[in-house]
C-alpha cells in the first residue's frame, strides 16, 4: 500500500514539472507596422522561453483595441502596446507595463512623433499645415494619433475643428501613414519616429525624399506588459528574462535591434494619462 502512494506521489510530481516546462503564453502585438511588429521579437522570445521554461506563442490582431480586448478576455496574456493602448488596457484588462526596449546608442527607451512631408512640399515649418490634408496612423496609436494631437493643439490647431485640415484621415499603420504622403494622398503624416527610422533603415524611402518639419517632445516608450492574472512567480520569471535577455544573445524589439531592456512601472504612464485628460476637457 505505502509503495503504491509514494508511486501515485512520484506520479504527481511528474506531472506538475512537465506542466510547468510546457506552460504556454500568448502574446499578442498592437498593429504599428505594416511589416509585422511581432518579426522585431523573434529573439527576445526565443531567449525568455529558454530562460523561463515557457512557451510563447505570438498572435495578431488588426486594431489597437483588439489587442487590449485580446488581454481582457484571456486570449493573451503578454503584450506590446503602444503607451495610450496600455494606459487603456491597465484600466479595463488588468495589464502591467513590466519592461520597454532601449535601442542601441540611446539612453533610454524614449521616442518621438514625427510631422513628415513630401521634400518638395510647399509646407516649411509646422504651423502651415493649417489647412491642408493630414494622415495619422490609428485611433489609440500615441505617436500617431494622441501625441500629433497634443502637438497641434500648440499651434491652436484640432483635427476635431473642421475648419482647421481640408481631411483627417487614418491610414491605418505609421507605414501607410508615411506611405500617404510618399504617394501624394495626404499632405502631412503624424507618425512615430521609430518606425520612420526602421522603414529608412530597409529603404522602403530616403532621406531625399521627405523632411521632417516637426519634432514631438519625448514620448514615454511602448511597454511590454503582462496581465496580472499571471501567477505573481511566473510574471517574475518573465520580467526578469526580458531584463536579462542581451545577456544571452542579439535582442529586437520595437523599431529593429535592442541593445538592452530597461524596467517601467505602471507610473511612467501617468504622464499620457494627463494628456488624455488635457486633450478630452479641451474637445
Same mark, same amino acid.
Given at each position: 500500500?505505502?509503495?503504491?502512494?509514494?508511486?501515485?506521489?512520484?506520479?504527481?510530481?511528474?506531472?506538475?514539472?512537465?506542466?510547468?516546462?510546457?506552460?504556454?503564453?500568448?502574446?499578442?502585438?498592437?498593429?504599428?507596422?505594416?511589416?509585422?511588429?511581432?518579426?522585431?521579437?523573434?529573439?527576445?522570445?526565443?531567449?525568455?522561453?529558454?530562460?523561463?521554461?515557457?512557451?510563447?506563442?505570438?498572435?495578431?490582431?488588426?486594431?489597437?483595441?483588439?489587442?487590449?480586448?485580446?488581454?481582457?478576455?484571456?486570449?493573451?496574456?503578454?503584450?506590446?502596446?503602444?503607451?495610450?493602448?496600455?494606459?487603456?488596457?491597465?484600466?479595463?484588462?488588468?495589464?502591467?507595463?513590466?519592461?520597454?526596449?532601449?535601442?542601441?546608442?540611446?539612453?533610454?527607451?524614449?521616442?518621438?512623433?514625427?510631422?513628415?512631408?513630401?521634400?518638395?512640399s510647399k509646407l516649411k515649418v509646422f504651423k502651415d499645415v493649417d489647412g491642408k490634408v493630414l494622415a495619422l496612423?490609428?485611433?489609440?496609436?500615441?505617436?500617431?494619433?494622441?501625441?500629433?494631437?497634443?502637438?497641434? @493643439? %500648440?499651434?491652436?490647431?484640432?483635427?476635431?475643428? /473642421?475648419?482647421?485640415? $481640408?481631411? *483627417?484621415?487614418? #491610414?491605418?499603420? +505609421?507605414? =501607410?501613414?508615411?506611405?500617404?504622403?510618399?504617394?501624394?494622398?495626404?499632405?502631412?503624416?503624424?507618425?512615430?519616429?521609430?518606425?520612420?527610422?526602421?522603414?529608412?533603415?530597409?529603404?522602403?524611402?530616403?532621406?531625399?525624399?521627405?523632411?521632417?518639419?516637426?519634432?514631438?517632445?519625448?514620448?514615454?516608450?511602448?511597454?511590454?506588459?503582462? @496581465? %496580472?492574472?499571471?501567477?505573481?512567480?511566473?510574471? /517574475?520569471?518573465?520580467? $526578469?528574462? *526580458?531584463?536579462? #535577455?542581451?545577456? +544571452?544573445? =542579439?535582442?529586437?524589439?520595437?523599431?529593429?535591434?535592442?541593445?538592452?531592456?530597461?524596467?517601467?512601472?505602471?507610473?511612467?504612464?501617468?504622464?499620457?494619462?494627463?494628456?488624455?485628460?488635457?486633450?478630452?476637457?479641451?474637445?
Amino acid at each position: 500500500m505505502l509503495k503504491k502512494i509514494l508511486i501515485i506521489i512520484a506520479f504527481s510530481l511528474l506531472t506538475e514539472n512537465i506542466n510547468a516546462e510546457t506552460k504556454t503564453y500568448k502574446m499578442v502585438f498592437v498593429p504599428a507596422s505594416e511589416k509585422g511588429d511581432d518579426s522585431d521579437y523573434k529573439t527576445l522570445i526565443k531567449i525568455t522561453e529558454k530562460l523561463t521554461g515557457f512557451n510563447i506563442e505570438t498572435i495578431k490582431v488588426t486594431d489597437y483595441n483588439a489587442a487590449v480586448e485580446a488581454m481582457r478576455a484571456g486570449r493573451a496574456h503578454i503584450a506590446w502596446y503602444g503607451g495610450k493602448t496600455y494606459i487603456k488596457a491597465a484600466e479595463i484588462a488588468n495589464a502591467e507595463a513590466f519592461a520597454a526596449g532601449v535601442r542601441p546608442g540611446e539612453a533610454n527607451a524614449n521616442y518621438y512623433a514625427y510631422f513628415v512631408v513630401k521634400m518638395n512640399s510647399k509646407l516649411k515649418v509646422f504651423k502651415d499645415v493649417d489647412g491642408k490634408v493630414l494622415a495619422l496612423n490609428s485611433i489609440g496609436s500615441t505617436s500617431g494619433d494622441l501625441i500629433p494631437q497634443v502637438e497641434l @493643439s %500648440k499651434i491652436n490647431l484640432s483635427i476635431r475643428n /473642421k475648419s482647421h485640415f $481640408k481631411k *483627417v484621415y487614418y #491610414a491605418g499603420s +505609421h507605414d =501607410a501613414c508615411l506611405l500617404s504622403v510618399l504617394n501624394e494622398q495626404a499632405d502631412v503624416c503624424g507618425m512615430s519616429s521609430r518606425n520612420f527610422e526602421a522603414r529608412l533603415k530597409d529603404k522602403t524611402f530616403t532621406m531625399d525624399q521627405v523632411r521632417i518639419i516637426h519634432k514631438s517632445s519625448p514620448v514615454p516608450p511602448p511597454p511590454l506588459a503582462y @496581465s %496580472k492574472n499571471i501567477p505573481l512567480e511566473d510574471r /517574475k520569471k518573465i520580467k $526578469k528574462a *526580458v531584463l536579462e #535577455a542581451h545577456k +544571452h544573445g =542579439a535582442i529586437g524589439g520595437y523599431g529593429g535591434q535592442m541593445s538592452h531592456y530597461m524596467e517601467v512601472n505602471d507610473s511612467d504612464y501617468d504622464v499620457l494619462r494627463d494628456v488624455v485628460k488635457l486633450l478630452k476637457n479641451n474637445s
